[in-house]
């Protein structure tokens, strides 16, 4: 991975494609961003209010910048728009389907994980985009590792429950449970079908450069994640 001049964070696979405008911002430029999308062609950035759940929105160039929209989930398939999730030790996750030029931005708790936001993201595509996974990148941005992610037996069991093979990803630790959100994004994706996958091996718990809830506490920010296809003549 490498970082831009602005210090948002970028990955090795995306910036193979020069029509993307994406990056995983930090607590030091996440209002910032907002100048450096503008600078990069595009007209919007959309978000939604994150409920943890496993809901997706299909936006385009008629949703309103500053929407209503509740769920987890973006996918945009229009030139001149970004879509952005917004994180403080949850899992961001950015996809890209290169050969229908198909954006995704997916905000993954481990509520929203459980719940399978990432298999529901990859759905839309499929369905309303006639994505093929074979063709997606995705990227796992910035989150809290399993060095600092801490779960209370109940929520361990939710997981072990719905997943058959979990050693690579729960681990019993004292009285509680390590999970890797990372890891079982990953292992999710791959069980879609989408093989070209990028880690960022980043804990937003450990790392003092992003906003934490687990170590700040209540009323802690969060950090933009966004990913958008630029202006160009002959656009969508």
């Not at 509740?70 to 389907?97: M, N």
């Not at 292992?187 to 718990?205: A, F, H, P, Q, S």
């Amino acid at each position: 991975m490498s970082k831009q001049s602005d210090n948002i964070l970028i990955s090795e696979q995306l910036s193979e494609y020069s029509e993307l405008v994406y990056g995983f911002c930090n607590r030091n430029n996440s209002y910032d961003s907002y100048c450096f999308i503008n600078l990069m062609g595009i007209s919007k950035l959309i978000k939604l209010k994150q409920i943890h759940s496993n809901i997706v929105h299909d936006v385009d160039c008629n949703t309103e910048q500053e929407s209503d929209l509740q769920g987890d989930a973006l996918v945009c398939g229009y030139r001149g728009i970004c879509i952005g999730v917004y994180t403080a030790d949850c899992i961001p996750i950015l996809l890209y389907d290169k050969q229908h030029c198909i954006v995704a931005a997916v905000h993954a708790g481990w509520r929203g994980t459980l719940k399978g936001v990432i298999s529901e993201t990859l759905k839309n595509m499929k369905l309303n985009h006639n994505s093929d996974p074979a063709d997606i990148v995705s990227v796992i941005g910035p989150g809290i590792g399993k060095c600092c992610f801490e779960v209370d037996k109940d929520v361990a069991i939710k997981f072990i429950e719905k997943f058959q093979e979990t050693d690579n990803f729960i681990n019993p630790y004292n009285s509680k449970f390590i999970l890797d959100l990372q890891h079982i994004n990953k292992e999710m994706l791959k069980k879609e079908g989408v093989n070209n996958i990028e880690v960022i091996d980043i804990c937003t718990k450990c790392d003092t450069n992003y906003y934490s809830y687990r170590r700040e506490g209540q009323g802690v920010e969060s950090q933009l994640s966004f990913i958008g296809l630029r202006n160009h003549s002959g656009g969508n």
